[in-house]
C-alpha cells in the first residue's frame, strides 16, 4: 500500500523525547483503520492524518506548530514518522 510503513524500526537522536530514546516500530507511529477516519493513515492513538504533518511542513509551518495545533500526537511519533519517510526515500 502506498505510504505505508510495514515493519521498519526507526531511531530517534539523543537530543528527543526520553520516550523515543528507543526505536519504534511502524505500528507505534501510525495506523490505518477503516473504521478511523475512513483508513486514512494517522498517528497512533490519535485522529490526526499523518498528512496533515506533511501539509505543515510544505507551507513552512514549524514543528513546533504542529505539536501545539495536535497535541495528542508526541514529539517522538512526529520524529519516527520523520525517520522512517527519510529512511525510507533514500534507503538509509
Request: no cysteine; aromatic share 6%.
Amino acid at each position: 500500500m502506498r505510504g505505508q510503513v510495514e515493519s521498519a524500526e526507526v531511531s530517534t537522536p539523543a537530543s528527543a523525547d526520553s520516550a523515543a530514546n528507543s526505536a519504534m516500530k511502524a505500528e507505534e507511529l501510525i495506523e490505518r483503520n477503516p473504521a478511523k477516519m475512513g483508513g486514512v493513515a494517522v498517528f497512533t492513538g490519535t485522529r490526526v492524518p499523518v498528512e496533515v504533518l506533511f501539509q505543515f511542513l510544505e507551507d513552512d509551518q514549524t514543528l513546533e506548530t504542529f505539536l501545539d495545533q495536535f497535541p495528542s500526537v508526541s514529539r517522538a511519533q512526529v520524529r519516527g514518522v520523520l525517520d522512517a519517510s527519510r529512511d525510507l526515500l533514500l534507503g538509509s
